[in-house]
């Protein structure tokens, strides 16, 4: 087992049998529409990590910067 990647990665795509068309026309819609929200949820995390930031939490939190 290769401990230097992710569970997920290990073995990917072994022994797994090309999908149809069908299939494959609805994954890439699923990754279309994830990836159109990805701008999205940029916007709404970037406040909130700016402001954790400014607020330097991690001292709050016992942890060094």
Known sequence: MDRTRAP???DQGAGLEPV???DALRLTDQLRA???EAPRAAVALAQPVRDAHRARVWVA???SG
């Open 8 to 10: 997920d990665e290990q």
């Open 20 to 22: 149809g068309r069908s």
């Open 34 to 36: 994830a990836i159109s």
């Open 61 to 63: 939190l016992g942890r």
